[in-house]
């Protein structure tokens, strides 16, 4: 198998297996899927410790406004009464006015901390440093993990103005947000090798040729983003090393300076013919005018 470190930009998303007769078009597409995979699953994540902390979303036209100003406007969270947390709520009340601040209790809390965990440690960018490959299955998986524990948390369900509702049903509306940016387009996504950008119609074969036992780094991201930069000569890590290895090196040539230094020949107690001298009388002699 083929071992793709798949990276956006300069920064390692996840490792992917797959084989050198894999047509450019379906890997685009594979690759594609799982990145925009992951970045559900981080807004999901996102949101449940919000769901945990201050309890459902409020509609949008009561958001962000004053107890005051909801009264005087005579409105209502109709939902705050059909999806209650199981075992009841506590109110915290959120104080940037997105959610009705019925949080669950400390109990079904852990539940959604928990699984919230679990879910972003199975796609997470640490399991390229543990060369874990990450699949499509995976990211399915945490998606289940965290749909099951809000079921768990709120068995009748989120309010359908719910973000994770939204997210869940993949009618999410990230139009004007950062994490719309994010998100890559399967139309959009081109994927980089070397400099080179692999074309749809061709097999990875024809770029990498025929070895199986092969580990590269190809770039994914948008196309109107243009070619990527280049991957340094030498990875980040191996650049630490080598600073510390010439800083210790610096360090070592400074104390073999220090220690080499000649000036205490020329104190009276390094003078080997003083003592001769002052037995014949002539040790403050000073050659040179008189004033």
Not at 5 to 11: A, F, L, P, V
Not at 186 to 208: P, T
Not at 217 to 241: F, L, W
Not at 271 to 291: M, S, T
């Amino acid at each position: 198998m083929v071992q793709l470190h798949i990276k956006n930009g300069s920064e390692s998303q996840f490792l992917l297996d797959t084989t050198v007769d894999v047509a450019v078009e379906d890997l685009t597409r594979l690759v594609t899927q799982i990145y925009n995979g992951r970045l559900k699953v981080d807004r999901i994540c996102t949101e449940i410790n919000e769901l945990a902390e201050h309890g459902t979303f409020l509609p949008i036209n009561m958001q962000g406004l004053t107890d005051e100003q909801i009264e005087e406007l005579k409105l209502k969270d109709e939902w705050a009464e059909k999806c209650v947390p199981s075992g009841g709520f506590e109110f915290k009340k959120d104080e940037i006015g997105r959610r009705n601040g019925h949080a669950p209790n400390q109990s079904m809390k852990a539940v959604l901390t928990k699984t919230k965990e679990e879910a972003k440690a199975l796609i997470s960018k640490k399991q390229a440093q543990a060369n874990v490959c990450v699949t499509m299955e995976m990211v399915k998986e945490a998606l289940d993990q965290l749909r099951g524990a809000v079921m768990i948390v709120y068995p009748m369900g989120l309010p359908p103005h719910d973000p994770i509702h939204q997210e869940f049903d993949g009618k999410e509306d990230l139009s004007g947000l950062q994490a719309g940016k994010m998100v890559i387009e399967e139309s959009e996504a081109r994927l980089w090798w070397a400099g080179k950008e692999l074309q749809r119609g061709k097999k990875l074969s024809d770029y990498i040729g025929k070895n199986e036992k092969t580990k590269i780094v190809v770039k994914v991201q948008k196309q109107s983003h243009g070619a990527p930069a280049r991957e340094p000569v030498i990875n980040e890590d191996d650049q630490k090393q080598m600073m510390m290895y010439y800083y210790r090196r610096q360090e070592e040539l400074k104390k073999l300076d220090e220690n080499d230094d000649q000036s205490y020949l020329d104190s009276t107690w390094a003078d080997r013919h003083a003592l001769k001298r002052q037995f014949q009388g002539v040790n403050d002699i000073k050659w040179g005018p008189r004033k």
